[in-house]
């Protein structure tokens, strides 16, 4: 079936700092991936959807300049956490999927803790 | 008007008995409809999906939609402790997949 890896799993930064969170799809071509954040107790949020070789488009009240997202290649899709806070301490998961192929399904990283100090 | 609706509960039942689970969603255009479980820290995990009218089993999972009446559910039979987590309803309006807030499911032993 269909894989998708991300890394790290954890992580700890400093904040003022930039956090890089990798999503690559290992078994398949992952034309369109998603960035989700998760607080406790609340539903998955997107973030913003990338498509390969294009921008990324981010949902509304998502700032661009902070949460940079790359979608280089078929892939790979990494999102940046510019100049952590506090505030930007979450659970991220990244989907792929392919909306080329028929009845095409998402599937989801194991997530990244990001805790900010 | 929140695109995806479901009851937050939590929904208890005893263990053996059937659970069932709501969800509502507001675009009339979605195409495909998903049942997610997710354990607490842990990233969602695929349950069923279902994308025309009519139930769809799949062992002791049964998932019915309901397009006239914008309406999927999913029911869980012989309940077990194991099941005990949130069911997240996802839909996809377009090619992105949205979520519902989540129905936290408890079953008693």
């Known amino acids: 079936g269909a894989v998708v890896s991300q890394h790290p799993s954890r992580v700890i930064c400093k904040s003022g700092t930039s956090v890089k969170i990798e999503c690559r799809s290992l078994d398949f071509q992952a034309t369109t991936m998603f960035w989700y954040r998760q607080f406790p107790k609340q539903s998955l949020m997107l973030m913003a959807t990338?498509?390969?070789?294009?921008?990324?488009?981010?949902e509304q009240g998502v700032e661009k300049d902070k949460f940079l997202i790359n979608h280089a290649s078929l892939t790979l899709s990494t999102l940046t956490v510019t100049s952590a806070h506090p505030e930007d301490s979450s659970f991220y998961i990244c989907?792929?999927?392919?909306?080329?192929?028929?009845?095409?399904?998402?599937?989801f990283g194991s997530g990244t803790r990001l805790t900010v100090v | 008007q929140k695109e995806v609706e479901q009851n937050s509960g939590p929904l208890s039942v005893p263990e053996g008995a059937i659970a069932s689970l709501n969800c509502t969603y507001s675009d009339r255009g979605s195409q495909s409809f998903f049942w997610y479980r997710q354990y607490s820290g842990k990233s969602p995990e695929l349950i069923m999906s279902i994308y025309s009218n009519g139930d769809k089993e799949d062992g002791r999972f049964t998932a019915q939609l309901n397009k006239a009446s914008q309406y999927v559910s999913l029911l869980i039979r012989d309940s077990q402790p194991s099941d005990s987590a949130t069911y997240l309803c996802a839909v996809t309006p377009d090619t992105k997949l949205v979520f519902g807030a989540g129905t936290i499911l408890r079953v008693k032993s």
């Open positions: 989907s792929a999927t392919n909306p080329d192929k028929t009845n095409y399904g998402y599937t």
């Open positions: 990338s498509n390969e070789g294009s921008k990324a488009t981010y």
